[in-house]
């Protein structure tokens, strides 16, 4: 996103955004690391 215009259209449905979120933030994620430094204050 540039200027708050997507450059590409979204995916739409709340399932498939839950899904990725979870690849990233959810109990086992894909990278440990990534989740840490995504959820550090």
Known sequence: M???VPREPS???EEFY???LRVW???QPAD???KRG???T
Do not use: F, K, V, W
Request: without cysteine; glycine residues 12%; aromatic residues 0%.
């Open 2 to 4: 540039q200027n708050s």
């Open 11 to 13: 995916i739409p449905g």
């Open 18 to 20: 839950n899904a990725a």
């Open 25 to 27: 933030l959810g109990e």
């Open 32 to 34: 440990a690391d990534l």
């Open 38 to 40: 995504l959820l550090r």
